[in-house]
């Protein structure tokens, strides 16, 4: 998709978000509730499957497109599942060959403990799914599994399951599913493609969607912050007039912008295919550190009113707060990076840090 | 708001190319003694003989028109990845590099053809070295206030002054220094400034050793006393100094080496780690470095890829140097907390002489070409807070 048509999908986008997501919205939405609305008309848009292949249902689109996508429905915090249904339920139906299903879905990792069992020319699945992203308003749970040591993709409905409400920090919906014998028809269990690395990529996926979101959070904090400086006055002139002020603002800024470009190159090398996971584990841990930084800057500029319910900020913060520890934190990701770069000759980790 | 933006930038087989060329040429200068890796190596690795080496090679002035240089790939994004290696290998490529990175691009921007012609072929071959001549014991992040005056003679100009800060002056051939032409104006502090080509040989010019707390000598003191420079070497416009020396700042601060000065220090300590296998080894720490590595080199090949397009990204090129400078000072950090090492600049171990070097040398890394406070206050005032 060429940059023009990109800037103009992401223009609709944004008036949808403006439409549907305003502030006011999002803060009037209960903790545990979706956007069903803006759901519907992202997907009248076409964005909801937007990376995943026309013949299965998605709308072609490349994966830079599809983050910049993602970064705007994480500035407007949107209460919808954009990254768990394009970027993960989305990409393991495509490479299943199965036909997506419409509406929200998300996906699960199953836990080791998880036991997919056949019953007959069916399956039974037992086990816990915690903390799995919007699952009560989801139409499926696209969950891998393995089965005789073989990945296997199952199709969950949230309706058969006994679903245990949770949330983040934000209110988004976290639920943790109970399964006990839950029956899966033939049609609803497939084997995913060996070698296919499939567990390793979708910790890619979840973590670069979360870290695309976090980006978009991170722009509006800054945004916000700026604004903020410019309206409140004491001392008989703007916030913006102060030195700290304006030091914080910049660095902010700073790191909103290191975390932009983390995310534009950790999706063009999961496009590409070039050492994914470097990218995608500078990326993650790139938003760890970004979002820490500017949740608590933005906290400081905006004073004691951006602390409280009645101000926009929280919208913001909690969520940079909340998907800082999702997918993987800074600790996490980084400690990878870590390990694996003691073990690659220092002349190797070179190169690979300029992303060839 | 005006919001920032870098595009990410993918690597062509062309540069991977030069690269690996780099590579092999730096390779093969270590195995012939050469040079040691050090860290900080554009400031304080000054070696004629390996700037005339890579000039030889065609990459010094890759961003000269081909009439200028020998031929070889061209553009900043050649540069940087050139540079890069070479300083990620921390070799000694300080003599040509103020010529090469500013004095340059300076001439080639504003220079009459005549000046272009007598020096751009010199810095290309790495046998034409220049200094800066901006700050002055008055005027340091405040440099619209420059004192040093040149007054209007027969032929030419009289040169009366001081400057500060000019690393290498001592050894150089020339500078471009920063004079005021015109009386300073309270309603217009940046009018007035002229730049001036000036030949450090000439009569008038005496340049003293400005000495670091370690007692090293890299930078100078440069007084001028009566200092004729012919009409023939103003460079760009009477007046319109501030101007040109804003273009120039922005070059300064935008390249690699506001990001790599520490990695060989890094680049030891790992081969230390893998070499001793330590227990103490933290994979986080580590990890944490390279993250911010890789996400600044990213940004870095985009202001890089800007410059190529004609455009002058100062701001973003003012957050690379902001955050590129803090990271070469929590690699130091991180190494030197790991590493459990005490510092000696005497030790022959390559880890424990290196660590010294980097600790000795690294709050000027926040200081110099534009201290990170200034910084922030050019984006605050992008952002639209200032």
Not at chain 1, 266 to 277: D, F, I, K, Q, R
Not at chain 2, 43 to 71: H, V
């Amino acid at each position: 998709m060429n940059t023009d048509a990109t800037r103009d999908l992401l223009d609709v986008v944004h008036a949808a978000c403006d439409d549907l997501s305003s502030p006011e919205a999002v803060a009037r939405t209960p903790a545990g509730d979706w956007n069903a609305e803006l759901w519907k008309t992202l997907q009248d848009i076409g964005i909801t499957l937007l990376p995943v292949a026309e013949n299965f249902g998605g709308a072609g689109g490349d994966l830079p497109t599809a983050a910049a996508v993602l970064r705007a429905i994480g500035s407007h915090a949107a209460a919808v599942p954009a990254a768990e249904t394009a970027l993960l339920a989305g990409w393991l139906l495509s490479i299943c060959g199965t036909d997506i299903p419409s509406g929200p879905l998300t996906a699960a990792l199953a836990p080791p403990d998880m036991v997919l069992s056949r019953t007959g020319r069916g399956w039974e699945l037992d086990g816990v799914l915690r903390r799995v992203p919007w699952a009560r308003h989801c139409s499926v749970v696209a969950v891998v599994v393995q089965h005789e040591m073989v990945d296997h993709l199952v199709l969950v409905d949230p309706a058969a399951t006994v679903v245990e409400t949770g949330v983040n920090l934000a209110g988004e919906p976290r639920d943790t599913l109970h399964l006990t014998s839950v029956p899966i028809s033939p049609d609803r269990a497939r084997r995913l493609p060996e070698h296919g690395e499939v567990e390793a990529g979708f910790r890619r996926r979840a973590a670069l969607g979360r870290a695309l979101l976090m980006s978009g959070a991170a722009d509006r904090a800054v945004d916000l912050s700026t604004r903020y400086a410019g309206q409140r006055e004491q001392f008989g002139r703007p916030l913006a007039k102060f030195q700290a002020i304006q030091q914080h603002i910049a660095h902010m800024a700073g790191e909103a912008l290191a975390l932009h470009v983390a995310t534009d190159a950790a999706t063009v090398a999961l496009a590409e295919g070039s050492n994914p996971g470097m990218a995608i584990a500078a990326a993650k841990t790139t938003a760890g550190h970004a979002a820490s930084t500017i949740a608590a800057l933005a906290h400081q500029v905006h004073g004691a009113i951006g602390f409280t319910s009645e101000h926009d900020l929280h919208l913001t913060t909690t969520r940079l707060w909340a998907w800082r520890d999702e997918d993987g934190n800074e600790h996490e990701w980084a400690s990878q990076l870590g390990e694996q770069a003691l073990r690659t000759p220092p002349d190797q980790l070179w190169a690979q840090l300029l992303r060839p | 708001m005006t919001a920032l933006s870098l595009d990410a930038v993918s690597s062509t087989a062309e540069l991977g190319r030069l690269r690996g060329q780099v590579r092999d040429f730096i390779a093969a200068e270590r195995n012939s003694g050469h040079f040691t890796p050090a860290v900080n190596s554009w400031q304080t690795g000054w070696d004629p003989e390996f700037s005339r080496r890579l000039g030889a090679r065609g990459w010094l002035g890759m961003t000269f028109p081909e009439r200028y240089r020998r031929s070889a790939p061209d553009g900043a994004l050649a540069r940087f990845a050139v540079t890069e290696e070479l300083l990620a290998a921390g070799a000694p490529v300080a003599a040509h590099w103020v010529a090469d990175r500013q004095s340059g691009p300076a001439i080639l921007r504003f220079g009459t053809d005549e000046q272009k012609a007598a020096f751009l072929p010199g810095i290309a071959r790495g046998d034409l070295f220049f200094a800066i001549g901006m700050s002055e014991p008055d005027s340091g992040s405040d440099l619209a206030s420059v004192r040093t005056r040149a007054l209007p003679v027969a032929g030419g100009w009289r040169l009366n002054g001081t400057k500060v800060w000019s690393s290498g002056a001592h050894l150089a051939h020339w500078m471009i220094v920063l004079a005021r032409t015109s009386p300073l104006r309270r309603d217009d502090r940046h009018a007035g400034l002229t730049q001036f080509l000036v030949d450090l040989t000439t009569p008038g010019i005496e340049v003293r050793p400005i000495r670091l707390l370690n007692g090293e000598h890299h930078f100078n003191e440069v007084v001028f006393t009566d200092a004729f420079v012919p009409d023939t070497r103003v460079l760009g416009e009477v007046g319109d100094g501030w101007h040109q020396v804003t273009g120039e700042l922005a070059l300064e601060r935008s390249g690699p080496e506001r990001i790599l000065s520490s990695y060989p220090l890094l680049a030891a300590f790992l081969l230390h780690a893998q070499r001793t296998s330590s227990s103490t080894v933290d994979f986080y720490a580590i990890g944490t470095l390279l993250a911010r590595l890789w996400t600044l080199l990213a940004m870095s090949s985009s202001v890089a890829a800007q410059l190529d397009a004609g455009r002058s990204p100062d701001v973003e090129a003012a957050v690379v140097k902001d955050l590129g400078t803090r990271f070469e000072g929590l690699v130091i950090d991180t190494v030197r907390q790991l590493a459990h090492i005490e510092p000696d600049p005497t030790n022959t171990e390559t880890l424990i002489n290196m660590l010294a070097e980097a600790v000795i040398h690294l709050p000027s890394f926040t200081l110099r070409g534009g201290t990170n406070e200034i910084l922030r206050g050019i984006i605050a005032k992008h952002m639209g807070v200032r």
